[in-house]
């Protein structure tokens, strides 16, 4: 089982809000980690989102507006990426990260559809 | 502003090897920790391998561990990637990022490396 899984793919409305979730393996207890969120369009590199482990340990990317935002549902043990007021730039391959025994590792990416 | 271009990326036979570069400008390089991510064609992103500012901590991904060699060069401000025994399975885009308080901040073009006969 990967340490991380994200779905595959999601789809969402203009002006909706989307909730990407990246659930840990069940061995692995989402508690202490640092998610850390990724958006990657075609063709470009990767960009740094935002960071949350709680709401007094986060941290957003330079730029990055603020309907993107982190949680946690520590029910579902998964980290969460929340998009709100979708837009159709929006639309892009969300990554999570954590960094899991002298290891980062990625969740395998969930490509959001805007339409 | 801070720049990072990655080289060294080609066709390569299973079993080859290669030495990825990453020139670095626009900040402190001496002073940053790096990484190396891959992506393989329409695949996800695969962390490859990290070294700490002064290369003394140094850290692999276990699918490269044995093959790979991460080294930095602080006066050329430059990372660098030595690729052993290459497999199919490597094909991918090389990134070079630095890492900035536990964030991925900055990432390259990508270089491509393909192994196949």
């Known amino acids: 089982q990967a340490v991380l899984t994200q779905p595959s793919s999601l789809s969402a409305s203009p002006g909706a809000s989307a909730s990407l979730t990246c659930t840990l393996r069940?061995?692995?207890?989402?508690?202490?980690?640092?998610i850390y969120w990724y958006q990657q369009k075609p063709g470009s590199p990767p960009q740094y989102l935002l960071r949350?482990?709680?709401?007094?340990?986060?941290?957003?990317g330079l730029g990055v507006p603020s309907r993107f935002s982190g949680s946690k549902d520590a029910s579902a043990n998964a980290g969460i990426l929340l998009i709100s007021g979708l837009q159709s730039e929006d639309e892009a391959d969300y990554y999570c990260?954590?960094?899991?025994?002298?290891?980062?590792?990625f969740g395998g990416g969930t490509k959001l559809t805007v339409l | 502003e801070v720049n990072l271009v990655e080289s060294g990326g080609r066709l390569v036979q299973p079993g080859g090897s290669l030495r990825l570069s990453c020139a670095a400008s626009g900040f402190t390089f001496s002073t940053s920790e790096m990484v190396w991510v891959r992506q393989a064609p329409g695949g996800g992103l695969e962390w490859v391998s990290y070294i700490g500012s002064g290369g003394v901590i140094i850290h692999y991904a276990d699918s490269v561990k044995g093959r790979f060699t991460i080294s930095r060069d602080d006066a050329k401000n430059s990372l660098y990637l030595q690729m052993n025994s290459l497999r199919a399975e490597d094909t991918a885009i090389y990134y070079c990022v630095r890492e900035q308080a536990d964030c991925f901040d900055f990432w390259g073009q990508g270089t491509l490396v393909t192994v196949s006969s």
């Open positions: 069940s061995d692995i207890n989402v508690g202490p980690y640092r």
């Open positions: 990260l954590i960094w899991h025994s002298s290891a980062w590792v």
């Open positions: 949350y482990n709680s709401d007094s340990d986060k941290r957003q």
